[in-house]
């Protein structure tokens, strides 16, 4: 039988790292033929002993090499430490080490500060060489045992660096840049539908319009800077003027208490705002005075007095509401009407009506390269697009901020479950940019600019006017 050769890999690690660091082997083959060992047993002792598997690992692992005492007594013993956790492992040829916790005795490693976690306990014989005397060596068979015991520290020290809350401190912060030059401000009111039933055994009034939003869009006029004031259509409902249905006999002898009550909230926002651009649109309901007396009375149709003939015809909205003396543009020539109110905004009535919500704002952000502020459909909706362009994005909204009038069915030709929505707008605004402030109105109240607001009781002081001026009508 040849000898047996016993090799110190604890050394052989040493010298294959220093191989691998200075790029002479790249392979297990390059080791086992720069250190003169058979790949095979070279690999089998790495794996015995240190736990590696692959060649890559063989650069990577840090191992502690520390020798028994007794140079026959072990091949090795390895201890292998990497913050709260270790490892300790031995080869024993002559039966020393039978226990883990014999391993960790040796291995200088104090139970009270290490406890193992699933240990590996392996044995088998070897032929070991053993000189007899001077002259005579004999080969004895002696069993091995291999001992592997990862360890996890039982009081376990925090990482380097010690993770901390971040300390931020705060320079002094620069001044924000914020002007409020050439920035306006538009109040935006759509569908009031200004307009009564009678009660016709009582002629008691009850009305279309919803007075509270109408005071809640007078409160913001009167506590805030408005630049710009837009009724955007149906300002009246002018029922009894329909020349589509037979108008009811409720609607009979109304027009003119819609007349008086809407002057009368004309001149309250002319009051909070007397230097505010101020326009109301012609929308679909107030074109039926026109479109009756184009249709039964054509002699009246633009009729003019001999003394006023730069204002509107006599028998007409504008005229009869007397808005020149209240300094209120009137947009007429619906459905082609609208205005700028920026290079980016149109302000129109509208005549597009999609059967569902958000579907009209969805239809026109489609149909039109720009913002577009509409009403006609009574109900809250925004739909913005951004197109792209050869320099820039194009962005733009079609929004409808909901109506003025009442929502429980009381309207003509609407029923309660209606897919109605009060509310009113604000629109901050500069000649090329525009931010849009949808203000929500439920039951007489809002949420606006931090604050909670809630109508006032104007019915008292609006019945008594109507009284009063329709005493003076009728004597």
């Not at 502690?64 to 201890?79: A, T």
């Not at 709260?84 to 391993?103: E, G, Y």
């Not at 291995?107 to 240990?119: L, Y």
């Not at 009729?303 to 015809?313: G, I, N, Y």
Request: charged share 25%; net charge neutral; glycine share 6%.
């Amino acid at each position: 039988m040849p000898p047996l050769q016993k090799y110190d890999y604890s050394t052989l690690l040493v010298r294959s790292r220093d191989l691998i660091s200075s790029g002479r082997a790249k392979t297990i083959t390059d080791l086992s033929r720069l250190l003169n060992i058979n790949r095979d047993t070279l690999t089998a002792g790495f794996k015995r002993n240190f736990g590696i598997r692959e060649f890559k690992e063989i650069s990577g692992k840090q191992v502690d090499s520390r020798s028994l005492v007794g140079e026959d007594q072990s091949d090795s013993l390895d201890v292998e430490i990497d913050g709260n956790f270790a490892t300790i492992r031995s080869v024993v040829v002559i039966d020393q080490i039978k226990t883990v916790a014999q391993l960790m005795q040796i291995a200088g490693m104090d139970s009270a500060q290490w406890e193992v976690q699933n240990p590996k306990v392996k044995k088998w014989d070897v032929a070991l060489k053993v000189k007899t005397d001077k002259d005579h060596e004999i080969v004895r068979v002696v069993p091995s045992i291999y001992i592997e015991a990862p360890l996890r520290a039982k009081h376990p020290t925090a990482f380097e660096p010690v993770i901390q809350p971040i300390q931020i401190d705060l320079p002094k912060l620069p001044k924000t840049r914020r002007t409020t030059k050439g920035v306006k401000r538009a109040l935006i009111i759509n569908d009031p539908q200004v307009g009564f039933r009678r009660t016709l055994h009582t002629t008691e009034l009850h009305p279309f319009h919803d007075r509270r939003v109408l005071d809640l869009a007078l409160q913001i006029a009167q506590t805030e800077q408005i630049d710009h004031i837009s009724f955007g259509g149906d300002c009246l409902d002018l029922s009894e003027w329909s020349t589509k249905y037979m108008p009811e006999p409720e609607f009979f002898w109304t027009t003119q208490p819609a007349l008086l009550e809407w002057s009368w909230w004309l001149t309250q926002f002319r009051l909070a705002q007397p230097g505010a651009e101020i326009k109301a649109l012609e929308g679909n309901h107030d074109i039926r005075m026109p479109n009756l007396i184009a249709t039964n009375m054509r002699q009246a149709y633009k009729l003019r007095a001999v003394d006023e003939l730069s204002l509107p015809p006599i028998l007409s909205v504008p005229r009869l509401l007397a808005l020149h003396k209240l300094k209120i543009d009137y947009v007429d020539n619906y459905p082609d009407n609208g205005y700028w109110l920026n290079r980016n905004v149109f302000i129109t009535h509208g005549d597009i009506v999609r059967g569902n919500p958000g579907d009209t704002a969805k239809a026109i952000v489609n149909k039109q390269a720009f913002t577009t502020v509409f009403g006609h459909i009574h109900r809250r909706e925004s739909v913005t697009r951004r197109l792209k362009m050869y320099d820039e994005d194009l962005i733009y909204t079609a929004f409808c901020p909901g109506a003025a009038c009442h929502i429980d069915g009381r309207v003509p030709g609407s029923k309660s479950g209606d897919q109605w929505q009060q509310g009113i707008a604000v629109i901050e605004y500069t000649e090329d940019s525009e931010n849009i402030i949808p203000v929500a109105i439920r039951n007489g109240s809002m949420v606006h600019n931090g604050l909670e607001w809630h109508a006032r009781d104007r019915e008292l002081e609006v019945n008594t006017f109507l009284v009063e001026s329709l005493r003076d009508v009728s004597g």
